[in-house]
């Protein structure tokens, strides 16, 4: 994730989101890879991002990581 202030400032974060691909699409929610990446957790339950309620989703994948290391980021310089 990248952030660009007015004053030019750039930060950056990133999120990491370890998984499989699953041998076969489970589940219809999300979009792209959602029904076919089996994210590992500890431990893993088997589900794909497809089969993941939308709230936990957002709280786990990669873009949240992100988007929270950009939050601390910018919370320590002072915004």
Request: net charge positive; hydrophobic share 30%.
């Amino acid at each position: 994730m990248a952030c660009v202030l007015p004053d030019g400032r750039a930060y950056e974060s990133r999120g990491e989101w370890w998984g499989a691909i699953a041998p076969q699409p489970r589940g219809s929610g999300g979009f792209g890879y959602d029904p076919v990446f089996e994210p590992y957790f500890e431990p893993s339950d088997g589900r794909t991002v497809g089969q993941m309620p939308q709230d936990e989703k957002n709280r786990v994948s990669h873009r949240a990581k992100a988007a929270r290391a950009m939050r601390e980021r910018l919370i320590a310089r002072g915004y």
